[in-house]
């Protein structure tokens, strides 16, 4: 089992930023990836961004990041092994980025985009961006 906590989120105007947080906890030795998701009112789960990891006790010195096109370039996924926390820095936010957004880990190998590759899930952080 993972745990797996989010925080961060709230409301900011266009333009601004905010960083989420996902903490996690149990088997994170066994965990292969971590990823953001959000979803919007009325709209399916959708993939943000993601970070390889083999595990937290050995070196992620070359973990690979990835990022759905509507995000490039604006949010940066990273981590600090340490705290076995990942985060997402969200700059330049836009109405359209408003959602839940869920944290998640992936536990075998797999997609890093398909949320049905995903095994652990955080409650999720709401994220509100104002025009």
């Known amino acids: 089992q993972v745990q797996l906590v989010e925080s961060g989120g709230g409301l900011v105007q266009a333009g601004g930023s905010l960083r989420l947080s996902c903490s996690a906890s149990g088997r994170t030795g066994s965990m292969y990836a971590m990823g953001w998701f959000r979803q919007a009112p009325g709209k399916e789960r959708e993939f943000v961004a993601a970070?390889?990891?083999?595990?937290?006790?050995?070196?992620?010195?070359?973990?690979?990041?990835y990022y759905a096109d509507s995000v490039k370039g604006r949010f940066t996924i990273s981590r600090d092994n340490a705290k076995n926390t990942v985060y997402l820095q969200m700059n330049s936010l836009k109405p359209e980025d408003t959602a839940v957004y869920y944290c998640?880990?992936?536990?075998?190998?797999?997609?890093?985009?398909?949320?049905?590759?995903?095994?652990?899930w955080g409650q999720g952080t709401q994220v509100t961006v104002s025009s």
């Open positions: 970070i390889s990891a083999i595990s937290w006790t050995v070196s992620w010195t070359g973990s690979r990041t």
């Open positions: 998640a880990c992936r536990m075998s190998s797999g997609s890093y985009y398909d949320l049905a590759d995903y095994n652990y």
